[in-house]
């Protein structure tokens, strides 16, 4: 019997195809050790055939990041958190911030090991990412922190420090539960985030305060 013709794919799904294979040999070997070859392997298809969309590994690597930009909705999560900040819903922001956070790692883990890959071995794509994807939240965090604390709702201090502390929980959090895969909790992501909001909250809210005592009258006259 004749073999059927294979049927090509379009050059947009041929590059998605490629991007998507790539994605998970660069999460699981890094860029040194992710060749061509094996990303070519993944696909199913020839080295060529890589070479005919990217004109090297680097551009396939950064395509990885363009693409994955714009799927992750962080355009839409910011307008949910600037009508949060507007509102001044302290607990709902940070709420939002931790559930956007636990399911990046739940829903696109090889991208999260391909951008820790990249930190570790100081690849440009790793700052390509701090750009576009974290430096405007954190910035955007970072200046309602320090608002709310002109406003005597936070305590003081550094309003950078405190946003790294409010995204390490989660960051931390995910990395080892979907990353390493170790999870001894066993809770939902609904309740992790509720429970991380809360207790930040519980740090950053000011002290009331409290009013003199006696003694304290006395020495003020």
């Known amino acids: 019997p004749t073999r059927a013709p294979r049927q090509r794919m379009r050059g947009d799904d041929r590059r998605r195809q490629l991007i998507d294979a790539a994605l998970h040999v660069f999460a699981t070997r890094g860029f040194p050790g992710a060749t061509t070859r094996a990303i070519a392997e993944a696909a199913g298809v020839s080295e060529a055939i890589i070479f005919r969309h990217f004109a090297s590994k680097e551009d396939l690597y950064a395509a990885i990041l363009e693409q994955k930009g714009a799927e992750t909705g962080l355009a839409d999560a910011i307008e949910g958190f600037r009508q949060r900040a507007a509102a001044c819903d302290d607990e709902g922001l940070f709420r939002d911030l931790a559930a956007k956070i ?115 009258r006395r020495t003020r006259t």
């Not at 930190?119 to 965090?141: N, W, Y």
């Not at 200046?143 to 502390?165: E, I, K, N, T």
């Open 102 to 216: 636990l399911d990046s790692y739940r829903t696109d883990p090889d991208f999260r090991r391909l951008l820790l890959y990249a930190s570790l071995e100081g690849h440009t794509i790793a700052r390509v990412a701090q750009q576009t994807l974290e430096l405007p939240m954190f910035g955007f965090l970072r200046d309602y922190v320090a608002r709310r604390q002109r406003a005597g709702v936070f305590r003081r201090g550094d309003p950078g420090l405190m946003v790294f502390a409010l995204v390490a929980m989660p960051v931390y959090y995910s990395i080892i539960t979907r990353l390493v895969g170790v999870d001894p909790t066993g809770k939902a992501d609904d309740e992790v985030a509720r429970t991380f909001a809360r207790l930040f909250l519980d740090g950053l809210r000011a002290p009331e305060r409290q009013p003199p005592t006696t003694r304290q």
